[in-house]
């Protein structure tokens, strides 16, 4: 069978870890922006202050796209450029910046897919209590509204949250991310009520403001475990493993239904009411209606997995990982498998087609002698993701697109400028951008995949 003919083959960005320009054209503050700029949240102190000055260099940076075939840019808005204070007065000089981008795409023939929110919070909205303010539902509802109200005449594919399990579970809990807090369970418990609420607030203000019929998605993200064998009995430990909700512990908010089977299935799980039930604010109908509405496409960002096996008592087991198993420069598991359970057990259970809108790998790049950047070890890791991602559309799993992570080198959050996901080189210092190896691996895979 092979990938359907009309796959979207893309790239993916976010606006902190490649735009810079913090102090230009009028953007407001985000909790990145403070966060960064505090002794010891970064490695090497590094911020996202001018990262890979995509917001001067982006028709460069949309060409070299085109040069390399990606045929859709998923980017993010900051919410900031738009609002500087997060609600109120519009900054006409951010829209300027993403109606320029959003044309450029267009002129050179990718579609955009845009992402409203990447962890980039408005500072003055954290101030307020920010997630943990039940104001912050209309707050992102009204910003959602307006990106679709601007845009939607030529951008028709939007995403409202990008892994909220990041910015609540590392910006909160393990206190890792901006705003680099660690509160209490309650507390945590609120603001995902808040955000999922606030999903579906957004989706509600963007059919009502869109110029056009436009498609909304949502981007959680999860250890997409695997089955150890193809047995049936392992394949359901994996599954059942893959939904079951963690206990409250530092993996808590990694969890892949409470974020979900809300939006999607319109109820949380119920081993998670059970196991969570004392940190849990007030959970009404109307909220669950609220949260519950209708989107287009569910995605994903799935980098790893861990192997599953029956326990042989109807439940799971994990597998223990080989001795030197192989693993990327950041130090995270490299499993094929993953690529193709994770889809295919979520298409399984919420029967919507699925983007895959991150999956790629962080490597020990560096420029040779010859001047160019070889990667092989990253090719080896596309092709066997990608392989396994043609077996889930091969099992009956609706894929729609992929996005590899990411379209260029950028500041990797708390990592800062450390490790390097791109499949092209950025020198930070002078700003070249040199296409590596897998860059052209990555085209010629679209070429060969691509049937459009």
Known sequence: MGFRKDFVWGSATASYQIEGACNEGGRGLSVWDVFCHEPGHVEEGHTGDVACDHYHRFREDVRLMKELGIRAYRFSISWTRIFPHGIGEINEEGVRFYSELIDELQEQGIT?????FHWDYPYELYCKGGWLNDESVRWFAEYAGKIVELFSDRCVHYITFNEPQCFIGSGYLSGVHAPGLRVSYRDIFRMCH??????GAAVIAMREKAKQPIRIGYAPTCTANYPQSESAEDIEAARQSFFACPPI??????????????VLLGHYPEDGLIRYREYLPEITEEDMALIHQPIDFYAQ??????AVMSDGKGGYAFAPRKTGAAKT?????ITPECLRWGPRFLYERYRLPIVITENGMSAHDAVSLDGKVHDPNRIDFLHRYLSELEKATDDGADIEGYFLWSF????????????RFGIVYVDYE?????????????????REHGNA
């Open 112 to 116: 955009p897919y845009i992402t409203l």
């Open 194 to 199: 808040n955000v999922l609420k606030a999903h």
């Open 249 to 262: 512990g530092s993996r808590v908010m990694w969890n892949t239904a409470w974020w979900s089977d809300p």
């Open 301 to 306: 960002n799935i980098y790893n997995g861990k």
């Open 329 to 333: 420069a950041i130090q995270w598991a």
């Open 408 to 419: 260029m080198d950028n500041f990797e959050w708390a990592k800062g400028y450390t490790d």
């Open 430 to 446: 002078t700003q070249e951008r040199i296409p590596k190896d897998s860059a052209y691996w990555y085209r010629d895979w679209i």
